[in-house]
């Protein structure tokens, strides 16, 4: 059998090349179509799970703390994210409640929960039981989750709103602007590394 290891294919043309080793700042370009094939990531497995710690405590920040407040001639209100779902939930449009719980908490759950038990077992240089199935996963997972959507969502809300009530941001806004860098960081088709770190 062929040796496809250090073989790498361009996702937008199909074009094989074999893999090579990238410096600091460097990354290879598909010769036929430009697109990116590698980026030089320089974090290790420490790294990336100690991020992802990190990142599933801000999870939980965004989602139980208030992402803003409001007032009004001394009535106020605050909504968490899970607040905002239920709100459309109780609308007409009960199917965008679902695909915004799916893309802005249970996708989001799902690839931390996925990434802190595959880095975890990776840590003792072995594939966690459901090695295959979980990496699959991520990449299913990651056009499903839009914390930035979300994000840029909520400040434009705010924005808006500061012109007619007080609005005070909240520590769930804070959590939910580190948690979607973060996202991007940790989450991002780098992890593809991990089938060559464990083989
Ligand atoms: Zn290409």
Redesign the pocket.
């Known amino acids: 059998m062929l040796d496809t290891d250090q073989l790498i294919i361009?996702?937008?043309?199909?074009?094989v090349y074999h893999k090579v080793p990238l410096k600091k700042h460097q990354k290879a370009l598909?010769?036929?179509?430009?697109?990116v094939?590698q980026r030089y990531n320089g974090m290790t497995l420490q790294q990336r799970l100690a991020l992802s710690i990190t990142a599933g405590v801000l999870w939980l920040m965004a989602n139980f703390y208030p992402v803003m407040s409001i007032s009004l001639k001394g009535l106020s209100n605050s909504a968490t994210l899970w607040d905002s779902v239920l709100a459309l939930a109780d609308g007409p449009i009960t199917f965008i409640a679902l695909v915004a719980a799916i893309s802005i908490i249970i996708a989001p759950m799902f690839q931390l929960a996925i990434l802190i038990w595959v880095l975890g077992f990776a840590l003792a240089s072995k594939r966690s039981p459901g090695f295959i199935t979980f990496m699959r996963w991520l990449e299913s997972l990651r056009p499903w989750s839009m914390l930035e959507v979300c994000l840029l969502g909520a400040m434009v809300a705010v924005f808006k709103l500061a012109g007619l009530l007080d609005v005070l941001p909240g520590i769930g806004l804070f959590a939910l602007a580190i948690l979607s860098l973060l996202m991007i960081r940790i989450a991002g088709r780098d992890i593809r590394e991990l089938w060559d770190a464990l083989p």
Request: aromatic share 0%; hydrophobic share 15%; proline share 0%.
């Open positions: 361009c996702e937008h043309c199909d074009c598909c010769q036929r179509c430009g697109a094939l």
